[in-house]
């Protein structure tokens, strides 16, 4: 693994490794997940499909901790490839704790800018997302945006989200309103970010491609602690282990004017709690 990821997540909070995952691998779950996905609902689905409604997120909702049902997704998420490039960003081997799928058919809204460590909670240090492309993702059909650098920032203080235009009601203010960055994957192309970068996608505005992603969530190796709904916590090699339980709530950040820019200062309080994102 070359030391560039791990400059590049140093410096900017996040690292695209290409090709990580073959085409053939890629399609094989792009079917076991379109597959399941259209038999019905299962355990940990946020909502149910609902075939006849309108929303199309309704139709193709997303899935989530597949990994503790579903055996390819376990494999998946504790993959050697995604453990040897986290462990080259971290220092060490990290823990494994959800498993997602947002399938983003035509016309889907995006979801608002937020960070993944408000949901995870993820102490000491932080979680990391191992983001990877299904299909190609690009602002079309509604691909990642992020804000370079921001997994310096603390985890800041919540608002609300248009809801017209993102399916989450939450978002995080920025101090550019164009910050964020798009990032075009092809399959097999996974982005490793870091739990405080601000993330987020715009809506699908194409009229026959889907933006079927699968991710994974990870903490730190050094982690004590994970909010309730992320456990059990698995190693790397899929045993499980037992961490303390992070309580939600707690001092965010908010943006402060000086003479060199806005500032972040953790003088506000999370009024809003999530159990997951």
Known sequence: MSVSFKDEFATAGYTLVRGLFGVEEVGRLREHYMELRGRGSYPGDVVGVQANSRDPLRRYPRMAQMHRWDDLSLQWMIDDRLDEVMTTLLGRSPYAVQTMIYFKPPG????ALHQDNFYLK??????VA????????DQDNGCLEVVPGSHRWPILCTE???TKVSFTDVTVPLPKADAAVPVVMEPGDVLFFHGALVHGSAPNVTTDRFRRALIGHYIQGEAEQVAEYYHPALRMDGTPLELGVAEGG???GEWVATDNGPVAVMTGQHTITRKHE
């Open 108 to 111: 889907s809204r995006g979801q």
């Open 122 to 127: 993820a102490e000491p240090g932080t979680c």
């Open 130 to 137: 191992a983001w990877m492309a299904l299909d190609r993702v």
């Open 160 to 162: 609300k989200a248009d």
């Open 250 to 252: 707690g001092a965010c």
